[in-house]
């Protein structure tokens, strides 16, 4: 079941559940030009095909795939994403330090404050490393309106994403999230992650010296 979660001027932001475990797919479609970025092509292909015929709709445009980027490398953010790229021959977005470990070849390797663009709109890649090495939120900043982080599992509500108790890891992430999003976004992001609810920036700042004292 798909949910448009914005309609914005430029374009619309819409999100699906997939797999048992929540996996977020969001895919955004610019109005005018009907170019689509999909984030995420967690699983079940028929659904994720559904979700780009729905968003048809939102653009009196021929709607195109034109890119299909991934936050990070672990297995359960992956299993359509072979399936898809075949099914539309979209070029694929990773980054850099985890493009290999995709079941497809990445054609757009992501370092920070890379720029994805499309016709309609632009993605900021942000690499926040800890949860696997290359994992990248991708940003949206609206003209005179919100920004929408994209933070795959490096950010939730109520923590970053899991360093499997390694303390090195774990500081690094809390560091580059602190730094690279709470340190450089307003407090009215919103941010979009890889499964569950969405949160903002300002709802989860205050929480950031509590995370790193319990360290997860």
Do not use: C
């Amino acid at each position: 079941m798909d949910s448009l979660l914005y309609d914005l001027p430029a374009l619309t932001i819409r999100s699906i559940s997939v797999s048992e475990m929540d996996n977020n797919v969001y895919l955004l479609t610019a109005k005018a030009s009907g170019e689509q970025v999909l984030i995420d092509a967690a699983d079940d292909l028929p659904a994720v095909q559904r979700l780009l015929q729905d968003a048809a709709a939102d653009t009196s445009a021929t709607p195109r795939l034109a890119l299909i980027a991934t936050t990070h490398q672990h297995w359960d953010h992956v299993r359509a994403l072979k399936e898809l790229a075949e099914a539309t021959g979209a070029p694929t977005a990773a980054g850099v330090d985890d493009a290999d470990a995709l079941p497809v070849p990445v054609n757009q390797r992501l370092g920070h404050r890379d720029i994805l663009a499309v016709d309609g709109f632009e993605l900021a890649a942000v690499h926040l490393r800890g949860h696997t090495p290359g994992s990248i939120a991708y940003v949206y900043e609206e003209p005179r309106g919100l920004t929408h982080i994209f933070s795959g599992d490096s950010l939730f509500p109520g923590g970053v994403g899991n360093t499997q108790k390694d303390p090195e890891r774990f500081n690094q992430l809390l560091d580059d999230v602190t730094e690279r999003l709470f340190g450089t976004y307003p407090d009215s992001a919103v941010v979009h992650p890889g499964h569950g609810k969405a949160t903002t920036l300002g709802a989860e700042r205050p929480h950031l010296e509590e995370w790193r004292k319990r360290g997860w």
